[in-house]
Antibody
Framework: QVQLVQSGAEVKKPGASVKVSCKAS????????MHWVRQAPGQGLEWMGI????????SYAQKFQGRVTMTRDTSTSTVYMELSSLRSEDTAVYYC??????????????????WGQGTLVTVSS | QSALTQPASVSGSPGQSITISCTGT?????????VSWYQQHPGKAPKLMIY???KRPSGVSNRFSGSKSGNTASLTISGLQAEDEADYYC???????????FGGGTKLTVL
């Protein structure tokens, strides 16, 4: 079955970087775009960006431009999200989520299924 | 402040129907039939319930339905059941620059 398995929880100090992984299985990894969405404690969902696992092209939400980098490793069917210059407000659960359908550009309809289990990133001094 | 506006909470009794609204602008909800809805139980990842305004993925109960009028999309849940108690989020395509916007979420309580 289609499955996304994320890396474990992280604790980081302000100013540091964090890299979260999302390993895909059960489908052709390069056929479906992948999104990253985060959720601060008790808050709503926030879209961060999208990556094309085939060519590696990305689009990021303006809020995260310059601080986020999404990459992929096709040999292990894994996508990564790295967030730098961490601050306390970045404390959140970070989710990877696959596009529901195959699409042809980063302007994919926002239809996310399945989702990873989430990775809690805590930023604290 | 979220790009799409949802009521913070709604409630209903078992068997009743409820509707959750999601108000955007002519740059997102109003311009594209690309609204999706997600159900999230506490401590769990969100689940896709509706896509392209009114389509249901396989396995989602037909008690869930979606619609759109102008800049406002809606999720209706009929025949409320206890397991429907969760947070619900709307999401819309917002053009090639912004791409994706979410609503702030609505907590559904089944009384």
């Amino acid at each position: 079955q289609v499955q996304l398995v994320q890396s474990g929880a992280e604790v980081k100090k302000p100013g540091a970087s964090v890299k979260v992984s999302c390993k895909a299985s059960g489908y052709t990894f390069t056929s479906y775009y992948m999104h990253w969405v985060r959720q601060a404690p008790g808050q709503g969902l926030e879209w961060m960006g999208i990556i094309n696992p085939s060519g590696g092209s990305t689009s990021y939400a303006q809020k995260f431009q310059g601080r986020v980098t999404m990459t992929r490793d096709t040999s292990t069917s894994t996508v990564y999200m790295e967030l730098s210059s961490l601050r306390s407000e970045d404390t959140a659960v970070y989710y990877c989520a696959r596009e529901f359908f195959i699409c042809s550009s980063t302007s994919c309809p926002p239809e996310f299924d399945p989702w990873g289990q989430g990775t809690l990133v805590t930023v604290s001094s | 402040q979220s790009a799409l506006t949802q009521p913070a909470s709604v409630s209903g009794s078992p068997g009743q129907s409820i509707t959750i609204s999601c108000t955007g602008t002519s740059s997102d909800v109003g311009s594209y039939n690309l609204v999706s809805w997600y159900q999230q139980h506490p401590g769990k990842a969100p689940k896709l319930m509706i896509y392209e305004v009114s389509k249901r993925p396989s396995g989602v109960s037909n008690r869930f339905s979606g619609s759109k009028s102008g800049n406002t999309a809606s999720l209706t849940i009929s025949g409320l059941q206890a397991e429907d108690e969760a947070d619900y989020y709307c999401c819309s395509y917002a053009g090639s620059s912004t791409l994706v916007v979410f609503g702030g979420g609505t907590k559904l309580t089944v009384l």
